[in-house]
């Protein structure tokens, strides 16, 4: 793995994920990346796979309660310009794909629990099952 922090942005899949929603690819890549997750069903979850979800479902939290991403001016730049909305579906797959990302087997949750930054991991995820309702 590359880049490597606890926050939703701060791994290497995250940027790939962001220019695919600015570059025209908008609510569908965003879509795209949850089914990615949900589609793993028991199988083992890639940590990339998890990771781009995880932006995404960061990003769906941006549009439901509009706090702003710090640091992420592509992604506010493109809401601000294209004004997407979160649907209830939509909110309801982030809610499931981070549920997935944090359950057995996901490479991501074993790498984390794995390293002492564990915590701030699991509060992330917390925080944005929370911002998602």
């Not at 926050?7 to 940027?15: H, M, S, W």
């Not at 549920?99 to 984390?112: C, D, K, N, Q």
Request: charged share 25%.
């Amino acid at each position: 793995m590359g880049a490597w922090g606890t926050g939703a942005f701060e791994n290497d899949a995250p940027g790939d994920l962001i220019v695919a929603v600015c570059d025209g690819g908008g609510l569908t890549m965003i879509e795209d990346s949850f089914d990615h997750v949900l589609e793993a069903g028991s199988e083992y979850l890639e940590a990339p796979t998890a990771e781009e979800a995880v932006a995404a479902a960061a990003i769906v939290a941006r549009l439901k309660d509009g706090v702003a991403l710090p640091g992420e001016d592509e992604i506010e730049a493109w809401i601000a310009q294209e004004r997407p909305t979160a649907s209830t579906a939509l909110i309801a797959k982030a809610r499931n794909a981070l549920r997935r990302v944090i359950t057995a087997p996901s490479e991501l949750l074993e790498l984390w629990q794995d390293a002492e930054e564990f915590p701030y991991f699991q509060a992330g995820i917390d925080d944005l099952l929370r911002r998602l309702g």
